[in-house]
């Protein structure tokens, strides 16, 4: 749940692959991430940044380019004094992905978000991204009020969808 050292980092398969087809048709690769593990204490702030630096590098290997990585730290129960606070930055509220799409010049009602929880799906809606899929092993998934507008079994599904549907 909290990976920090780089040999515990693990790409899923068909990653890669997935996100070249995005690329292919066009879209920037944004990753938004909740770090809570920053402010449980269980790793540092700079940590993050060095392991999210290598992950980028890995990824420019493959002639993958990520645009951008927007992190939060925050926590309200936070036990790292700095970080407890509640964030608009937090998913599911939409602050990273308003930041995201205003720093990059991005249409948000002409985008997509993939998630893999139910929070990003709710964030992607708050910040009024046009299309918001959920990768899930469970496709009999229950939902409260804000249903995905597709689920898929992993990312490389959702690329080729999208490369054949849009």
């Known amino acids: 749940h909290y990976v920090i050292n780089r040999d515990d980092f693990i790409f899923i398969d068909g990653l890669f692959e997935a996100l070249k087809i995005f690329q292919k048709n066009d879209y920037?690769?944004?990753?938004i991430t909740n770090q809570s593990g920053i402010a449980r204490g269980y790793f540092k702030e700079q940590q993050f940044f060095e392991l999210t630096e290598w992950m980028v590098d890995q990824f420019a290997l493959q002639n993958i380019r990520i645009t951008d990585v927007y992190h939060c730290p925050y926590?309200?129960?936070a036990s790292v004094s700095r970080y407890k606070k509640a964030?608009?930055?937090r998913k599911p509220e939409p602050g990273m992905i308003i930041d995201a799409c205003r720093d990059h010049n991005i249409d948000p009602a002409n985008s997509i978000l993939v998630g893999?929880?139910?929070s990003d799906i709710?964030?992607?809606q708050r910040a009024g991204v046009g299309k918001c899929y959920l990768i899930t092993e469970s496709i009999d998934h229950n939902f409260t009020n804000n249903k995905p507008d597709g689920v898929f079994k992993d990312l490389l599904q959702v690329a080729n969808y999208i490369s054949n549907t849009f």
């Open 122 to 124: 709710i964030s992607g």
């Open 28 to 31: 920037k690769l944004i990753v």
């Open 87 to 89: 964030s608009y930055l």
């Open 116 to 118: 893999d929880k139910e």
């Open 75 to 77: 926590l309200e129960s």
